[in-house]
C-alpha cells in the first residue's frame, strides 16, 4: 500500500500562487498514477487533478489553465502547481493513488 504525505499549503492573496507536493512510499509509489482532489467546509470531496502512468492530465474545468499536475518519478513525487487563485479555491488539498489517500494540505485564498 502506497502511504502519501502532502506538503506546501497556506494562505495565499487572490491572483497568487502555490505549489503543493505529494511524497509517496512504500509499494510501488506512484507509479499508478496521482490524482488531486479537494474539499471545502462543508462540501464533498471534488476532483481537481489526475497525471497518469503514461504522463497524461486530467483537470477540472475549474482550474483548468490555472493548475498544473507534475510527476517527479525519481523522487517519487507528485507536484500541484497552482496559479491565478481565488477564494473559491480555499480547501483542504488531498492527493491520492491506488486508492491511498493522504492526510491533506490547507490552501487558504483571502485578502
Known amino acids: 500500500q502506497v502511504q502519501l504525505v502532502e506538503s506546501g499549503g497556506g494562505l495565499v492573496q487572490p491572483g497568487g500562487s502555490l505549489t503543493l507536493s505529494c511524497s509517496a512510499s512504500?509499494?510501488?509509489?506512484?507509479?499508478?498514477?496521482m490524482s488531486w482532489y479537494r474539499q471545502a467546509p462543508g462540501k464533498t470531496r471534488d476532483f481537481v487533478a489526475r497525471?497518469?502512468?503514461?504522463?497524461?492530465?486530467t483537470y477540472a474545468d475549474t482550474v483548468t489553465g490555472r493548475f498544473t499536475i507534475f510527476r517527479e518519478n525519481a523522487k517519487n513525487k507528485a507536484t500541484l502547481q497552482m496559479n491565478s487563485l481565488k477564494p473559491e479555491d480555499t480547501a483542504v488539498y488531498y492527493c491520492?493513488?491506488?486508492?491511498?489517500w493522504g492526510q491533506g494540505t490547507q490552501v487558504t485564498v483571502s485578502s
Open positions: 497525471r497518469n502512468p503514461h504522463d497524461s492530465t
Open positions: 491520492c493513488s491506488n486508492g491511498s
Open positions: 512504500g509499494s510501488n509509489g506512484i507509479a499508478y498514477g
